[in-house]
């Protein structure tokens, strides 16, 4: 059974660092579109950033294009996000998941993704 396992959120000032982390030691990330998406408080789930989606190796929102980086350690196993000038505005809890591999699925297709995590707080205070 597929468990993906989001860690690393947390409080940080606004200007701030985190590195969210999703985990499942039998999942072969390298056989799947990955990506991250997160939900703010009243707003629907947002796509963030995306590894081997669409026509992209990796993909990201404009809104967290050149601050946040999205990366894949397939021998550990690990799927990563790397959030750096963080605002209030990234304030939402943060899933990672996965879909069908090949390219095909792009970073607005959450719907299409198969498997989630559970998800992980990121809190950015002013």
């Known amino acids: 059974e597929v468990q993906l396992q989001a860690s690393g959120g947390g409080l940080v000032q606004a200007g701030g660092s985190l590195r969210l982390s999703c985990a499942d030691s039998?999942?072969?990330?390298?056989?799947?579109?990955i990506a991250w998406f997160r939900q703010a408080p009243g707003k629907e789930r947002e796509g963030v950033a995306c590894?081997?989606?669409?026509?992209?190796?990796?993909y990201y929102a404009d809104s967290v294009e050149g601050r946040f980086t999205v990366s894949s350690d397939n021998a550990e196993n690990t799927l990563n996000l790397q959030m750096n000038s963080l605002s209030p505005e990234d304030t939402a809890v943060y899933y990672c998941?996965?879909?069908?591999?090949?390219?095909?699925?792009?970073?607005?297709?959450?719907?299409?993704?198969?498997?989630w995590g559970q998800g992980t707080l990121v809190t950015v205070s002013s």
């Open positions: 039998s999942f072969r990330f390298g056989d799947y579109t």
């Open positions: 998941a996965a879909g069908r591999g090949g390219y095909y699925l792009a970073l607005d297709a959450g719907d299409d993704y198969t498997y």
């Open positions: 590894i081997r989606c669409g026509d992209h190796n990796t």
